[in-house]
T-cell receptor
């Protein structure tokens, strides 16, 4: 069975500061990893994904994440936070069959002026 | 490409009533997924289709829940005899196959928020 743990249900940063959202996964097969963002009362938008190849992946809006197999982690970072980044972020894992996603519980990012 | 659409966006119903939600995936996407999201939680998988075939169902999907995708295009999710615990956001997503292999990214619709009173 797969699982995802997001450390920290709430993260608060100042505008311009580094954003770091943590995600650890458990999977019995090579994982496919995703970060999604959700704005209030909206669906989820894909930020970035790791399937195979380069372990550092870049996504939209300046976000990136690094797959570290030895640490079973896929942390999301952004060098400089913008007010518009305030939202809820979900890490998810999928098996190799392209079936269901298993999501973490989410991290709410607050950005202060 | 108009994205995944869901209808209705909001539904308020009384306990014991039946409700049906519709999802229209991105055109030509073979796979369609249903998830449920309760307040403060991540989405939980309910079921998914490849074309018209239902390939997997979660244990969360009780006998009161049924999903169909009759022509391999849109899908419906019906909840019979609704309970207050069914109150949640119901999300639909779709993904495509390329060369017979799945593309892993799923594209989500805006969701249907169900409130059972």
């Amino acid at each position: 069975a797969q699982s995802v743990t997001q450390l920290g249900s709430h993260v608060s940063v100042s505008e311009g500061a580094l954003v770091l959202l943590r995600c650890n996964y458990s999977s019995s097969v090579p994982p496919y990893l995703f970060w999604y963002v959700q704005y209030p009362n909206q669906g989820l938008q894909l930020l970035l994904k790791y399937t195979t190849g380069a372990t550092l992946v870049k996504g939209i809006n300046g976000f990136e994440a690094e797959f570290k197999k030895s640490e079973t982690s896929f942390h999301l970072t952004k060098p400089s936070a913008h007010m518009s980044d305030a939202a809820e972020y979900f890490c998810a894992v999928s098996d190799s069959g392209g079936g269901k996603l298993t999501f973490g519980q989410g991290t709410i990012l607050t950005v202060h002026p | 490409d108009t994205g995944v659409s869901q209808d209705p966006r909001h539904k308020i119903t009384k306990r014991g009533q039946n409700v049906t939600f519709r999802c229209d995936p991105i055109s030509e996407h073979n796979r369609l997924y249903w998830y449920r999201q309760t307040l403060g939680q991540g989405p939980e998988f309910l079921t998914y289709f490849q074309n018209e075939a239902q390939l997997e169902k979660s244990r969360l999907l009780s006998d009161r829940f049924s999903a169909e995708r009759p022509k391999g295009s849109f899908s419906t999710l019906e909840i019979q005899r609704t309970e207050q615990g069914d109150s949640a956001m119901y999300l639909c997503a779709s993904s495509s196959l390329r060369g017979g292999l799945p593309r892993y990214e799923q594209y989500f619709g805006p969701g249907t928020r169900l409130t059972v009173t």
